[in-house]
DNA sequence: CTCCTCGTTGTAATCGTTTACAGTGGTATC
DNA sequence: GATACCACTGTAAACGATTACAACGAGGAG
């Protein structure tokens, strides 16, 4: 009979070392490849999997003060590149061991406090956060314990104790940038969450250095509106050209639509992307800087393992 | 001093009650709200929070036999809807006290089962498996064990002894396809995952009813062009309009347009979608039936929770 | 004064592993 | 035939919490 009605138990490392005829620790040196002789090392085996054993992970982590977990907190999964990012990350960590743990704080600080306090509770190995806004005090209780974490395209203070890992958009920001001046644009607006010091730093300093002037705008403020925006800019002396993320840019075209503005004739728009297979697609020349987030995912998956295995990386990039 | 060079250790339970003055067991209790004089309530509050005490997750859960966590396995996160459906369980569940254990196969069915079988080690409370394709045999070890397990959109076979949850296109699907016949289409091409079974299924039966002729296309088979199925819909004889996912529609947009035909007046495009974003904002007319995976993805937490709390869910929706 | 009860507390077993340490028996060496 | 060495194995102490059980003293009832 398979199913008993006796309370249900997972078989334990005890019951397949008895199952075997041998004692608890060669049942655990064999199934974690220390010293054992061949014969026990088959009869061990083979117990185990005819009793499918399934080693208890939290069992190994109480005992190898190690969880072989990554804690990865999403400020807002909306915000440009959030996919890319865990896809990326997933990928990477999950194949080198490493399980996940994941949470969305939905654009919330109160709750990304609250999730980091839990990671510290289920003992992470390691922290990412990506997009933080403003992280609280709780984050000092990773830097004491020695946790190794960092943050991805952060937007203000907050992640600053952070290594920082950020997109390098430069090149590509200085090419739309030299573009816009070439077309004749003289007055710009930008709309880019994180302020200068955000992660969009780069297109600030290619705005700066350009000469244009630039008005910005925080699209992520209680009372933003794409149609004001539009507004503004087609009137008089408006901006004729507006930067923005990729659905940031959505959102002002609807608005454009709407107020009958055309793009781009009245107002130009450009994106700072990572998704360049729909802009593609649109009749509306939307112009988009791309940037792979994908790889980044993957060069801050690299950082943290290192980092785990034994040296810390460089405080930025 | 409060950095010393000791070897670094977190404050655990006993340090709690020794900086108290009571027992283990007292400040067990009292963490917990389990009884325990005013008195000693105060002092072990103060002692706890004075060292900086976080419990440990792990060491709960081994003996609670319980670890609030819940395992979501993504098939692909690049799916239709994907996201919405990630967003809405992290806050839902979350906010119950789960921790949510998060993967993304990247759409490899080998892949899947070695993060389900990582989930059985870190005896996740429950599993979600997201857009699952073809479960292995470590899926009867959930059934087997008692594990809360639900597939969410699920296609084809493998997590068919899964309570499923799908959404219910039914009367915007039927809707469409009755526009389509006014149109005038009398011959469809349907590019739809999972086939007749999968969790288009509302959109086969309605095609089936509606006595067009269907054309059947899996777009997730190996070889599969999008400027071939373009190619054969606009020749004399073809399909002239085409149902599909949003992506694979906008693949389709891509083929039409390198094979200069044109949308909608050569072919039209129907999208299932999950994003009415942006299709609307096409110049193209790609007419959009819309889902709303937010809701389902509240649909499935809450029902995850209630089972969790003790009754098992109907079979499906 | 004795006996019970009640509220509070401590002792110790338990959850499932890993691993330091101390055997065990056998073979090779003198 | 004793000695040292070796490969292997078992015993038991951690890891950090929860909780059944027993012990305790104070107070009320008889």
Same mark, same amino acid.
């Given at each position: 009979?398979?199913?008993?009605?006796?309370?249900?138990?997972?078989?334990?490392?005890?019951?397949?070392?008895?199952?075997?005829?041998?004692?608890?620790?060669?049942?655990?040196?064999?199934?974690?490849?220390?010293?054992?002789?061949?014969?026990?090392?088959?009869?061990?085996?083979?117990?185990?999997?005819?009793?499918?054993?399934?080693?208890?992970?939290?069992?190994?982590? !109480? /005992?190898?003060?190690?969880?072989?977990?990554?804690? #990865?907190?999403? %400020? +807002?999964?909306?915000?440009? @590149? $959030?996919?890319? *990012?865990?896809?990326?990350?997933?990928?990477?960590?999950?194949?080198?061991?490493?399980?996940?743990?994941?949470?969305?704080?939905?654009?919330?600080?109160?709750?990304?406090?609250?999730?980091?306090?839990?990671?510290?509770?289920?003992?992470?190995?390691?922290?990412?956060?990506?997009?933080?806004?403003?992280?609280?005090?709780?984050?000092?209780?990773?830097?004491?314990?020695?946790?190794?974490?960092?943050?991805?395209?952060?937007?203000?203070?907050?992640?600053?104790?952070?290594?920082?890992?950020?997109?390098?958009?430069?090149?590509?920001?200085?090419?739309?940038?030299?573009?816009?001046?070439?077309?004749?644009?003289?007055?710009?607006?930008?709309?880019?969450?994180?302020?200068?010091?955000?992660?969009?730093?780069?297109?600030?300093?290619? !705005? /700066?250095?350009?000469?244009?002037?630039?008005?910005? #705008?925080?699209? %992520? +403020?209680?009372?933003?509106? @794409? $149609?004001?925006? *539009?507004?503004?800019?087609?009137?008089?002396?408006?901006?004729?050209?507006?930067?923005?993320?990729?659905?940031?840019?959505?959102?002002?075209?609807?608005?454009?639509?709407?107020?009958?503005?055309?793009?781009?004739?009245?107002?130009?728009?450009?994106?700072?992307?990572?998704?360049?297979?729909?802009?593609?697609?649109?009749?509306?020349?939307?112009?988009?800087?791309?940037?792979?987030?994908?790889?980044?995912?993957?060069?801050?998956?690299?950082?943290?393992?290192?980092?785990?295995?034994?040296?810390?990386?460089?405080?930025?990039?």
């Amino acid at each position: 009979m398979s199913l008993s009605n006796a309370p249900f138990r997972r078989p334990t490392l005890a019951d397949v070392a008895r199952g075997a005829g041998v004692s608890i620790a060669t049942a655990s040196r064999v199934l974690n490849g220390g010293v054992a002789s061949p014969a026990a090392r088959a009869r061990v085996d083979a117990a185990a999997d005819s009793l499918g054993y399934i080693p208890n992970a939290h069992a190994q982590s !109480l /005992r190898r003060e190690r969880t072989m977990t990554i804690g #990865v907190a999403f %400020f +807002s999964l909306k915000l440009p @590149g $959030a996919l890319d *990012m865990l896809e990326s990350l997933s990928r990477q960590l999950d194949d080198s061991g490493y399980t996940l743990l994941i949470a969305d704080t939905a654009g919330d600080v109160a709750r990304f406090d609250r999730i980091l306090a839990r990671f510290l509770e289920r003992r992470v190995d390691a922290l990412i956060c990506v997009n933080p806004h403003n992280i609280g005090p709780v984050l000092d209780r990773f830097l004491a314990d020695g946790i190794p974490a960092a943050a991805v395209m952060s937007r203000g203070r907050g992640a600053a104790q952070l290594p920082l890992f950020g997109a390098d958009l430069r090149p590509a920001v200085e090419a739309a940038v030299a573009r816009l001046i070439e077309l004749g644009h003289s007055h710009v607006s930008a709309l880019l969450p994180g302020g200068e010091a955000g992660p969009f730093r780069a297109v600030w300093k290619a !705005l /700066r250095a350009s000469g244009l002037a630039v008005d910005a #705008v925080n699209p %992520f +403020s209680r009372d933003f509106s @794409g $149609a004001e925006v *539009m507004a503004r800019a087609s009137a008089r002396g408006g901006a004729s050209a507006i930067i923005s993320t990729y659905p940031v840019a959505l959102e002002l075209l609807r608005a454009a639509r709407a107020a009958n503005v055309a793009v781009p004739r009245d107002v130009s728009l450009l994106a700072v992307s990572d998704d360049p297979g729909v802009a593609e697609l649109l009749e509306t020349p939307l112009s988009a800087i791309e940037v792979d987030l994908g790889a980044l995912g993957q060069a801050v998956a690299d950082a943290m393992l290192t980092w785990l295995s034994g040296d810390p990386p460089a405080r930025n990039t």
